[in-house]
């Protein structure tokens, strides 16, 4: 990941602050940075989003295609996360240089969608045992700003409350099955995606946790807890990342505020989306893309 | 792995017969009395056997049953780019299905699953490394699977760590896995394959597994993974009978060192004396 270079002595300030409840920037241990969400910012797309989380800066664009479903899972689509981290974020992510950090994001988006009750596959059935939507997610980071799990979880979440896929009407002639898809721009179906998971990062700075680590707050933490939290506060996955290790006790810890945090994060998330399409046409552009 | 265009993969086209199979209803399966009469806490009978790969600087295989899992060891050698020197030493963690181990055939190619469960690995390992102790090196591991029945990555994180040992490496604890299958209010220790999560079949809430890596002289967490929408009291309990039954594993580890042939760290110090003799000059 991107390096900043920090001093001991620096390292001292940011732990006794933690500790303390009040962080370099002067938020508390649980809470957010300032965050932007705006959705259908790509045309050429079926759904996309941009978050900007502090100075993490996220576009997720989704396009659906028509595919044959896997053999194991016959009566549903597909969806499938790509990361692409974009030399402009850092000058280290060129050629093969980000692909670690890209799979393990990708992966930990595949585990914390991979329940039937948080992504509802079945929804992207078009005929079973033949044809399905196979939604590709793809992530592109353009600034990393620290908590790059969390954006792109709350990135990927909007796009897909953005997306809309064209009706298909299947009609049987003789035997001989034909699909009409629709070209009518709002002849579309929404997704169902109430219930997908936000992913929460604890780091564990000294004694105590953070949410939502800078990335001068990444220098300092030798262990994170990476969980998926749904708006039920129920856990969909959960990894330990960084070379520490935890005490099973702080672990419990983590986890409840993780939940805690999970939840009012996913409601905060669906009221400002459902404000934003409340807005219409009429909602001023935030970022740089118009 | 670079792609082997030469190797002849076969027509691209195949399918396993398995996907077409009338599965057997899952839930049968999860009940209190399970298939090989073992109690929901017991784990299966264990065979651990360090030093098993007579090249390797150290190796451990294990046998869960029918999970069977080896560990290859080697190095410490040069970092291969130069531009990550860094004072501490470099793991780097190989996990890789046998293409046979599996119900389905696995490609020669790490998948996305298996590059999952290599970072897994190395997140479970590296807390328990004297990582300073060889700087400007690299260890490789490689981990093979050669069947699966089931608490794969469990039986990885605890021959990996063994076989780290009996290469002399310099550790602060050991690391036993441990997996567990959580299905509604029963909790299932050492899941069996047909008993483990899968995505596929409609699971309610509540359905998951978790995988422990304990580190059992700190009673310490060294990685946790989790699969599936569990809410958080369950996990919290699975997560506390993970950790009770890795210390259970303990003396097994033990056990098995002391009676590997060669138990010396002095083997990797020695080499890593010769490594950095070699770079001077």
Known sequence: MVDVQLSDAEKVFILHGVQDNCREDGRGCEDYRHLEIETSVMSNTNGSARVRLANTDILVGVKAELGTPSPEKLNKGRIEFFVDCSANATPEFEGRGGEDL??????????????????????????PDQQCWILYVDILLLECGGNLFDA??????????????????????????????????????????????????????????????????????????????????????????????????????????????????????????????????????????? | MPTDSRRLTGPEETKSPYAYVKQKKKLQVLTG?????????????????????????????????NTKVM?????????????????????????????????????????????????????ALEPAVCMHKFPKAQVDIYVTVLQNDGSALAAAITCASVALANAGVDMYDLVAGCSVRIADNLVLV???????????????????????????????VSAITSKGEIEFEVIKKAINLCGNTSQTLYPVLQKCLNNSRFSLSLRFSLSLVRYHFCVQF
């Open chain 1, 102 to 127: 890209a799979t393990d994001i990708s992966n930990m988006l595949y585990r914390a969608y991979d329940c039937p009750n948080c992504f509802d596959l079945q929804q992207l059935c078009v005929i």
């Open chain 1, 152 to 290: 792109t979880s709350l990135a990927v979440k909007a796009a897909l409350f953005n997306t809309s896929i064209p009706t298909v009407t299947v009609t049987k002639d003789e035997g001989v099955v034909d699909l009409e898809i629709s070209d009518d721009p709002y002849d579309v179906q929404r997704l169902d995606m109430k219930s997908s998971p936000c992913i929460v990062t604890l780091s564990k700075v000294g004694h105590s946790h953070v949410v939502d680590a800078s990335q001068k707050e990444e220098c300092c933490t030798l262990a994170r807890l990476i969980m998926g939290v749904t708006e039920k506060g129920t856990i969909t996955a959960l990894k330990k990342e960084g070379s520490g290790s935890l005490d099973p006790t702080s672990i419990e810890d983590m986890m409840e505020t993780g939940r805690r945090v999970g939840e009012s994060l996913n409601k905060c998330l669906m009221d400002a989306l459902a404000e934003e399409e409340r807005q219409g046409t009429k909602k001023k552009s935030l970022g740089f893309l118009r």
């Open chain 2, 33 to 65: 009395k399970r298939h090989d009469g073992r109690s929901p806490e017991t784990l299966r009978p264990i065979f651990l056997k360090a030093d098993v790969v007579s090249q390797a600087r150290g190796s451990a295989y294990i046998e869960q049953d």
């Open chain 2, 71 to 123: 560990c290859a060891v080697y190095g410490p050698r040069e970092v291969g780019r130069k531009e990550d020197f860094s004072m501490k030493g470099i793991i780097n963690c190989v996990f890789k299905y046998a293409t046979f181990s599996c119900r389905y055939r696995r490609s020669y190619q790490q998948d996305s699953e298996e590059k999952d469960m290599s970072v897994q690995l190395l997140d």
């Open chain 2, 190 to 220: 050492d899941p069996t394959e047909s008993e483990e999560y899968k995505s596929q079949d409609d699971n309610p809430v509540n359905h998951g597994s978790v995988t422990l890596g304990y580190m059992p002289s700190l009673y310490q």
